[in-house]
């Protein structure tokens, strides 16, 4: 591709070499060091490429070979431009376009991010624009190994990063500390201050069909039925003498993994008509723009007093090639008019529409780990309303946080007679 935009600034022939001996012709541009490319026989003649310098060294190549030498085509910026010296203007408009991509490409017109999960583009972008790296930057002013710094110092869970330029697009590639992420979801802003001992209590009814204990003093047992609020878990352990009477608490958080069978009730309901939207295609206003960092060029109008309308927006960062940037946004927007007209939805999509919400509902509860043992949901599509409802047999976790009463053990003294020895 380089070689090719190469020759074409410097210009090049083609050219019919025919005669006595052309493959003499040929080994004595070899031997020469003049460059031939696209060599193809016509009849019994060659066609081939050279560079203007080659062609102006055959002279003595000819005149040793009694061969024949004709000029097919000429090609190339040189030529181009003596076609076209009397048309100053447009010479200039092309020296002027070129100038133009020149200075743009010196500068950095998009900042890209790859791999950022937790922290957005727009918090990243914020970040940067106070160290001064921002897009409409020179390239020269910058230091890849500064913003890389600047990254890693302020967010500590960012465990690496990649900064480089390609074309005119700042390209930053981010690694996340996953277990840093996850341990910021899982912890509650209270868990930097001081504990305090918590129950845990049920969240519904059920039927226990699981229970793990890490902590605290489980209070019921596989198979045991247990009502919304019911302590599950205690986080007061008694501390027993060796009369097995209660001297003390210890207080603790509860922690367990507990399951139960529950019930849910299940009720969706979608309508049996819909509105169909008619498009006119004589009542639409169209505006094409090209946008600049200050200023917008656009044709047509979207002013329109339409009764129901849609509006259709659709842009693109202007670029050359993958990563040149310019500093340019063209795009199209439409405003459609529409009428509406009420449908009845036949009786088969009803049912497939009811089917595929309990399909996506049943898929979240599993993203959630509550399983779904068994349903009896059955679907009632009537004239005017189509409903599913049902019960939902479930297997899921039941338990939730409470507060720890904390009990006092009264203590009850009595002075013993001391006796002496008289």
């Known amino acids: 591709m380089i070689q090719a935009i190469i020759r074409y600034i410097r210009g090049y022939v083609k050219i019919r070499v025919q005669g006595y001996s052309p493959e003499r012709f040929l080994n004595l541009c070899r031997y020469h060091g003049i460059l031939i490319w696209g060599l193809t026989p016509v009849g019994n003649a060659y066609e081939m ?14 005149k040793k070979t009694r061969t024949k030498i004709r000029l097919v085509k ?13 048309r100053k203007a447009f010479l200039a408009g092309i020296l002027l376009c070129m100038g133009l991509l020149y200075f743009y490409s010196s500068y950095i017109w998009d900042i890209h991010f790859e791999g950022n999960d937790r922290w957005t583009d727009q918090t990243l972008l914020e970040f940067l624009d106070t160290k001064e790296v921002s897009p409409a930057m020179p390239k020269s002013r910058v230091d890849c190994a500064r913003i890389v710094k600047d990254i890693r110092t302020q967010y500590d869970d960012i465990v690496w990063v990649s900064a480089s330029i390609d074309g005119s697009c700042l390209r930053i590639q981010i690694k996340e500390n996953e277990d840093t992420f996850q341990q910021a979801e899982d912890e509650n802003p209270e868990d930097s201050q001081e504990r305090h001992p918590t129950d845990l209590i049920a969240s519904q009814d059920g039927v226990i069909t699981s229970i793990i204990t890490r902590s605290g003093t489980p209070m019921v047992h596989v198979g045991d039925s247990v009502k919304k609020g019911d302590v599950l878990v205690s986080g007061r352990v008694e501390v027993l003498n060796d009369a097995a009477e209660v001297i003390g608490y210890q207080y603790q958080e509860s922690d367990a993994d507990i399951y139960a069978d529950t019930q849910m009730a299940y009720h969706d309901e979608v309508p049996t008509t819909y509105q169909e939207k008619k498009y006119d295609r004589k009542e639409q206003r169209w505006l094409f723009y090209v946008r600049f960092p200050n200023c917008q060029i ?7 007093g339409f009764h129901k309308w849609e509006t259709y927006t659709q842009e693109h960062q202007l670029r050359l090639g993958e990563n040149f940037y310019l500093p340019a946004v063209y795009g199209m927007a439409v405003v459609k008019s529409y009428g509406s007209e009420e449908k009845k939805y036949p009786r088969q999509k009803i049912q497939e529409m009811l089917s595929q919400n309990f399909t996506q509902f049943s898929k979240e509860m599993r993203e959630k780990g509550i399983q779904i043992c068994k349903n009896s949901v059955k679907i009632h599509v009537d004239e005017n309303s189509a409903v599913a409802r049902g019960t939902l047999y479930l297997n899921q976790r039941i338990t939730e946080t409470a507060d720890t009463e904390i009990l006092e053990i009264e203590r009850n003294e009595q002075n013993e007679p001391i006796g002496t020895d008289g």
Do not use: C, N
């Not at 490429?49 to 002279?59: A, I, S």
């Not at 656009?298 to 329109?304: A, E, I």
């Open 49 to 62: 490429y050279l560079t203007l310098d080659g062609f102006r060294r055959l002279k003595p190549i000819i």
């Open 74 to 86: 000429r090609q190339g910026l040189p030529f181009f431009i003596h076609r076209h010296r009397k």
């Open 298 to 304: 656009s044709v047509g109008t979207l002013k329109h």
